[in-house]
């Protein structure tokens, strides 16, 4: 399709514990920095397993849903 990947976004890239503060990767261990450099492409943003998206996308509400995960994309690319 001759469309240019600006980067990679890892979903589902782990779960902050809301009672400890702690992250944890629950799907195991992140591959995305080396499949990144194969492909010479950044790491955009690794999103969290929030269970207040799934609410908004439940809702309809997803659009007005408030997450810093891209806050700094447009330095890195």
């Known amino acids: 399709m001759s469309i ?4 990679l976004v890892e979903n ?7 009672d ?7 799907f195991g261990e992140s591959h995305i920095e ?7 492409l950044p790491v955009l943003a690794r999103l969290p397993v929030d269970p207040k998206i799934s609410a ?3 809702k309809g509400t997803i659009e007005l849903f408030d997450g810093d995960w891209f806050d700094g994309l447009s330095e890195k690319l």
């Open 4 to 7: 240019p990947v600006l980067g």
């Open 12 to 18: 589902l890239s782990y779960f902050h514990c809301p």
């Open 20 to 26: 400890n503060g702690r992250d944890y990767k629950i």
């Open 34 to 40: 080396e499949i990144a450099a194969e492909h010479g």
């Open 56 to 58: 908004a996308c439940d």
